[in-house]
């Protein structure tokens, strides 16, 4: 009986968090188009319900009333394939993030909110986004389209290059918490005001070197190229109409999230925050407002930076982002041989779970 | 779901049907490795060969245009009872390798097993088997080159200082 109470909690979870996510993505899609506007100085769409509230809704009856083009010559199944590829692995990796410290509901008592524990929380992440490139990769290729297939392999190229120097930035964390686990990682980042403790203050280039892998990860501006020739040219999801092309873009912006949701759980601390020890619940929202704060910062470089051409890109993430990550793994590991970290522990870290 | 990924992967005449197939079946022995309870080996499974390698062949399909492949000729029909007897003789004896195995004295089965987890993985790699980890690197690295040195243009003629790259 027991065995199926957790089922069922896990179950009620999955379902809140895909909600919670959901709903955020589309509210991040009408805030891109908002704050853009701003950047941009215009306002942007503000007529659907009150300041456009309303215009995800708006959006996605419009997706799904579009007309549905298949082309011709297309391999089908793929083509049906690549979306559902692309946005299943944009999704499946929320399910290890912890979204706040433990909590008592009511009936239940003490709770973990955080999905799934696996001892390698943070290599599923990666090994899962490896899988989101096939997604595009496909895509390029079933639709039967020159453009779209070089569109297609650039972005996965770009996708594979940089996960690269994602992986590598991400070990600098992994030195300093000893674990995999990402409730582990984010619970050893206790600290005074439950700001002093967060993994950016001691891996601030680590940070730096995942925030932009990431932008590139997740392609956007301003490693855009493979996308923003939908512009020029043509991009891998040129051929994809209604439904299909909404899985594409609501991926990417899931994408985003994920990301996001990386970032906030390894290097700011995930749900820290003043006073989180006192109001457990607090934490969920320290958690999504750090979030985002990430996804405001990935539209405001939108709206800033102009994009790398491609060779530029690819020369970048080769020649400087993967030696600026071993760099840092070397400084890392030194410094923590030296003891550094421990000295730097004791006065930033605070004992976690002294609640109880 | 992982046999039938692999009937399919050799089935299929679209040899990017059978790439994706193969990715199927490497996903599946993820899962079967985590069942197995090494879910370090799952992941690195999905990481390096669904994530990378795969990329990799999927590319080289797609850039190079494979053809489908055609159907058998005529000609080789006799092949056909060879295959299935060979098929059969295989299949006997994974049936005679399970039998053997199950009637075995059963040797207690440890619920914790401390073999696949991470730190364990990590712990033995750098003590006892070093010298391995260290050598397969070296190895890595000798392919890396030698895709390289493969890949330059011209071969032997190096290009000239002055000339631009392609």
Redesign the interface.
């Known amino acids: 009986m027991d065995d199926l109470k957790l089922a069922a909690f896990k179950l009620a979870g999955i379902l809140v968090a895909f909600t919670v996510v959901m709903t955020m993505v589309a509210y991040t899609v009408l805030a891109e188009r908002r704050v853009l506007g701003f950047i941009q100085g215009r306002l942007g769409p503000n007529r659907v319900g009150p300041g456009g509230f309303l215009q995800p809704l708006a959006d996605l009856i419009k997706f799904i009333f579009k007309e549905d083009i298949v082309p011709d010559k297309s391999t089908r199944f793929v083509y049906f394939l690549a979306p559902v590829i692309a946005t299943t692995a944009a999704l499946m990796t929320i399910v290890v993030y912890p979204f706040g410290p433990d909590v008592s509901l009511p009936i239940i008592g003490p709770f973990q909110l955080v999905v799934a524990r696996f001892d390698v929380g943070l290599l599923y992440v990666l090994g899962v986004t490896s899988i989101g490139v096939y997604g595009i990769a496909l895509a390029g290729w079933s639709s039967n389209n020159k453009y779209s297939l070089m569109g297609g392999l650039r972005s996965a190229a770009q996708m594979i290059s940089y996960e690269l120097s994602l992986g590598l930035a991400l070990i600098g964390v992994i030195l300093l918490s000893g674990t995999l686990d990402l409730y582990s990682i984010v619970e050893q980042q206790g600290g005074h005001l439950g700001i002093s403790g967060w993994n950016i203050w001691v891996q601030p280039l680590g940070f730096l070197i995942y925030l932009i892998s990431a932008i590139a990860e997740t392609n956007r501006v301003p490693f855009d190229l493979p996308e923003a020739e939908t512009e020029l040219v043509a991009g891998f999801h040129t051929e994809y109409s209604a439904m299909k092309f909404a899985l594409f873009f609501l991926a990417e912006y899931v994408n985003m999230f994920t990301v996001s949701m990386l970032a906030t759980t390894l290097f700011l601390g995930g749900w820290h925050g003043p006073f989180v020890h006192q109001l457990p619940w607090l934490g969920v929202f320290y958690f999504f407002g750090k979030v985002t704060l990430f996804l405001f910062l990935y539209i405001w470089l939108r709206g800033t930076l102009p994009r790398f051409r491609f060779d530029q890109l690819m020369s970048f993430g080769w020649t400087f982002l993967v030696p600026a990550a071993i760099v840092n793994i070397v400084l890392t590991a030194t410094l923590q041989w030296l003891g550094a970290f421990d000295w730097l522990s004791k006065s930033l870290k605070t004992a976690t779970h002294w609640w109880g | 779901m992982a046999v039938g990924c692999a009937i399919s992967l050799v089935a299929q005449r679209?040899p990017?049907?059978s790439a994706?197939s193969l990715?199927g079946v490497f996903?599946s022995l993820a899962c079967l490795y985590v069942t197995l309870a090494a879910?370090?080996i799952?992941?690195?499974q999905?990481?390096v060969y669904?994530?990378?390698i795969?990329?990799l062949v999927?590319?080289v399909i797609?850039?190079l245009n494979v053809e489908e492949g055609e159907r058998q000729p005529q000609r080789l029909k006799f092949l056909v009872p060879v295959a299935v007897t060979m098929a059969a003789v295989l299949f006997a004896e994974a049936v005679f390798i399970i039998k053997f195995v199950e009637t075995q004295p059963l040797t207690p089965t440890r619920n914790v097993s401390d073999v696949g987890?991470?730190s364990s993985i990590g712990a033995g790699l750098f003590t006892t088997y070093l010298l391995p980890f260290e050598i397969t690197s070296v190895l890595l690295l000798m392919a890396i080159v030698g895709a390289m040195t493969l890949a330059r243009r011209g071969g032997l003629l190096s290009p000239k200082p002055g000339d631009r790259e392609q």
Do not use: D, K
């Open positions: 679209n990017l049907y994706i990715i996903i879910p370090f799952a992941t690195v999905v990481i669904a994530g990378a795969m990329v999927v590319f797609m850039l987890l991470t």
